[in-house]
């Protein structure tokens, strides 16, 4: 049999399936009681409003139903989730203080090249604490503020951090933002001043290796008046045959004609649940800017939210949602209109293949003081097979005569001639479906940095990989 | 005199409560039968069991109701055309269940009305159920105008199953209700049946219009097309959810939808959730929606040659109407539509009097 060769198979796929060893890692009993809470509380050194916090969280969350409007999350059993695992080392500001396990593993998801080459600072969360941290000394003297989430606490902005934490995401959300204010742990803290503009992306990693746990890092990013930053996060998995839980939260303050990106790509193994919040509010003249790529997870509930809440901000979403086998991912956008002369871009695009099932959810609402705004909506579907599914809920609100609200959606297939004219190139059918595919998500790549958009192309070449048959 | 509360116009999938669009609850007295008068291809029917845009709550408080039940039949090869007047009785809840059975090859045309009037039948609420099965190649219209008055308050509830190459259209002229909940579901079974659904409303004052329309596509070569317009003024308000299922084995289905809302009133507001629920790999899906104001260019232009701002929105507003009877397809019906809004047109006096 002739050695298939394609640039398919050039691809590691076992990257990001490492796993190593638990070691001397401090694990709170599974389950959630107010004792495991307080426990968390007190291993992390809470201050005292925190922990209260985390409690008040916590009985919000028991009184809080499980959604039912969107896919089934029966396989997650919160009584065998592990809420906090720490592993047995300090946050190092060298890769080489940082156990040799955790750095290979993070050299090999190519994060301190990642550093070395284009980014500005780094923090690399392992389970549920964060294992380096770093800036760039250069972006430091800006004064840019990047800190763990702990640190950030302890810290001369502990005051507003505590103004801002969870204000935007209140528990009181929905069911598992309370999960997250009561059991929280790692994530950054980012402060940019007036009119700096960070030139290059700071990108946080978040690398969930322990079985059976969660993982509930904190963002907080304030991006003050007139100050540009480029935010990445990446976030991946080993894959268990038990189910894992993220229940990250982030949370953007965009000031007066600031601007802000924030770029994910998200690769979580097929055994996690990730039901995830992410909210920006976007002041007058600023801009927000999402762009997200969801290829992991067997569960996924994701909608960046944004809120116009100054006039003439605006925000863009770009996205692309991969659903494969044994994938339900729901994935879209919210936006606000709070402001008069507000506008706001979503443009997706989601592949459905082996029996995956992708849904994209949005609402734009556009309240009675927003007059002038302006809205546009548009979101591709690909079908690649008939065993999986793909579904469309896009809802509309408009309280003003006074704007301009657009909306289209397409479900389809590749079609045959395309596929047909490729081979005609002498491309095989596999590569030139990967290559429509790829062309497909084009939206998502090209809004971002090289490096990324190459590793979102080839997350798209290992999820093509069979899909002929 | 007992009152329920029904849920009705569920999506047909869930989405965020806070939006408030996942289903509709309303009160509504149990009804008595409705006075109706029909002309044409009357006949005995069995029921057709099919699901319905409004939902089971309905069905089960019809289901309790002396309901004016009705059946009107074109048998296989026929070609017939049947009208239904809807006269409610001032301040009653009233109802009235019409089946529509067109067999193999047969041509239907009905008109349904429902028009009170001005000062004589106000504070109504009419609960209608039109219930259809289209046969092999049979081809049904059903054009269902509602021109009702300040304080009428109306339920117009839809379930029709096509069989192979049937083809149901729909056309509904909503105008002057208060409140108007109106559901219809297609069941899009048999392979290359189709089905359009042309819906207009013009809504003013604190109107509401909820709407839910559902199209199934089960069969091969199943096509839809809906288009929904409309015109909200004052501090009218309404919600459209309209879904588009392509089911697996629909191979080679076409599903479309289209809205257009023109936003008038200050106080206006619309929420809009167009669907598509897709289990078939080879099939087309797509909608598009357009919300908002009156575009400014037409605006300055007719403004520049002289008229007010109001009356080029009336002019817009008449100009839509018209185009939407025109589509009807029926003059009798477009006349009687004209005249209940008062737009000028070539109708001849009396002409459209049932």
Redesign the interface.
């Known amino acids: 049999m002739m050695e298939e060769k394609t640039r398919v198979d050039d691809i590691d796929r076992s990257i990001y399936d490492i796993r190593n060893e638990e070691r001397d890692a401090y694990r709170l009993g599974a389950g959630l009681t107010p004792e495991l809470v307080e426990q968390l509380s007190r291993e992390k050194g809470d201050p005292d409003w925190m922990r209260e916090f985390r409690l008040k969280s916590l009985e919000i969350y028991n009184k809080l139903p499980v959604p039912d409007w969107g896919p089934s999350i029966e396989g997650l059993d919160m009584d065998k989730i592990v809420t906090y695992v720490r592993p047995n080392t300090k946050m190092q500001g060298e890769w080489t203080e940082v156990p040799q396990d955790i750095k290979s593993t993070f050299d090999a998801l190519g994060i301190p090249e990642a550093e070395r080459k284009y980014l500005a600072g780094v923090g690399a969360q392992y389970d549920s604490e964060l294992v380096y941290h770093n800036l760039r000394k250069e972006v430091a003297e800006q004064g840019v503020v990047y800190l763990d989430f702990e640190s950030s606490l302890r810290s001369e902005y502990a005051d507003m951090v505590r103004e801002h934490f969870m204000t935007l995401v209140p528990p009181t959300d929905h069911k598992f933002a309370a999960l997250h204010g009561a059991v929280w742990s790692g994530g950054s803290f980012v402060y940019v001043p007036k009119g700096v503009e960070v030139e290059i992306p700071l990108q946080s990693y978040f690398r969930l290796n322990a079985k059976g746990a969660g993982q509930f890092e904190h963002t907080l990013i304030i991006v003050d008046e007139g100050a540009k930053l480029h935010f990445i996060e990446g976030c991946s998995a080993p894959r268990y045959n038990v189910a894992n839980l993220h229940a990250g939260c982030v949370e953007l303050f965009v000031r007066k004609g600031a601007s802000l990106r924030y770029s994910t790509i998200e690769n979580w193994s097929r055994n996690m649940y990730n039901l995830n919040t992410k909210r920006a509010t976007v002041a007058e003249g600023a801009t927000m800017e999402w762009v997200s790529g969801s290829f992991g997870s067997h569960v996924s509930y994701l909608y960046p939210m944004t809120i116009l809440r100054g006039e003439k901000s605006r925000m863009e979403f770009t996205g692309i949602t991969f659903a494969g086998h044994d994938q339900n991912l729901d994935t879209g956008a919210k936006v606000v209109h709070a402001a008069p002369d507000t506008s706001s871009y979503i443009n997706t695009k989601s592949i459905s293949k082996g029996g995956g099932i992708s849904t994209f959810r949005s609402a734009v609402v556009v309240n009675a003081n927003a007059r002038g705004s302006r809205s546009a909506v548009s979101c591709q579907s690909l079908m690649l097979d008939d065993i999986s599914r793909s579904d469309t809920i896009p809802a509309i609100d408009v309280r003003t005569p006074e704007a301009d609200v657009g909306h289209e959606a397409q479900i389809g297939r590749i079609s045959d001639e395309s596929v047909f004219y490729l081979m005609s190139r002498g491309i095989s059918e596999e590569e030139a479906r990967a290559l429509i595919v790829s062309g497909f998500a084009d939206n998502v790549s090209k809004e971002l940095p090289m490096e990324y958009a190459i590793e979102m192309n080839n997350l798209i070449r290992m999820e093509m990989k069979g899909s002929i048959g | 005199m007992t009152e329920k509360t029904l849920t009705v116009n569920a999506l047909a999938?869930?989405?965020?409560?806070w939006?408030k669009?996942?289903d509709t609850a309303v009160k509504v007295a149990v009804p008595e039968a409705l006075p109706l008068k029909l002309e044409g291809a009357a006949a005995e029917a069995e029921p057709v069991a099919c699901v319905t845009g409004m939902g089971a709550d309905l069905d089960a408080l019809l289901a309790e109701s002396p309901a004016n039940r009705i059946a009107v039949t074109a048998k296989a090869g026929e070609k017939q055309t049947a009208r239904v007047h809807l006269r409610a009785d001032a301040g009653k809840t009233e109802a009235a269940v019409l089946t529509v059975r067109a067999g193999e090859n047969a041509e239907l045309t009905l008109v349904m009305d429902c028009q009170q009037p001005a000062g004589a039948g106000a504070n109504t609420t009419v609960i209608a159920q039109t219930r259809l099965q289209l046969e092999k190649g049979a081809k049904v219209r059903l054009i269902q105008l509602w021109l009702n008055q300040p304080g009428d308050i109306v339920f117009n509830d839809i379930g029709a199953v096509c069989g192979e190459k049937a083809d149901f259209a729909l056309s509904q002229i909503y105008l002057g209700a208060d409140k108007v909940y109106a559901g219809a579901e297609i069941a899009l079974s048999g392979a290359k049946s189709q089905t359009e659904i042309q819906q207009t409303y013009q809504a003013k004052n604190r109107q509401r219009y909820d709407f839910n329309d559902n199209v199934r596509h089960i069969g091969r070569k199943t096509v839809c097309r809906i288009d929904v317009n409309g015109v909200?003024d004052d501090g009218a308000s309404k919600l459209f959810r309209g879904t588009i299922d392509?089911q697996?084995g629909a191979?080679g289905a076409d599903g479309a939808e289209y809205e257009n809302?023109l936003?008038?009133?200050?106080?206006?507001?619309?929420?809009?959730?167009?669907?598509?629920?897709?289990?078939?790999?080879?099939?087309?899906?797509?909608?598009?929606?357009?919300?908002?104001?009156l575009d400014e260019n037409l605006l300055f232009y007719l403004s520049s040659r002289g008229l007010s701002e109001e009356q080029v929105c009336q002019m817009i507003a008449s100009a839509r109407l018209n185009a939407a009877c025109e589509a009807l397809g029926d003059p009798q019906a477009a006349c009687q539509v004209m005249r209940f809004a008062q737009i000028d047109s070539p109708c001849e006096e009396g002409k459209e009097d049932a």
């Open positions: 999938a869930k989405t965020w409560y939006l669009m996942n909200l392509l697996k191979v809302v936003m008038l009133g200050e106080a206006a507001s619309n929420q809009t959730i167009p669907l598509i629920l897709c289990s078939e790999e080879d099939v087309k899906g797509n909608h598009g929606a357009t919300i908002g104001r």
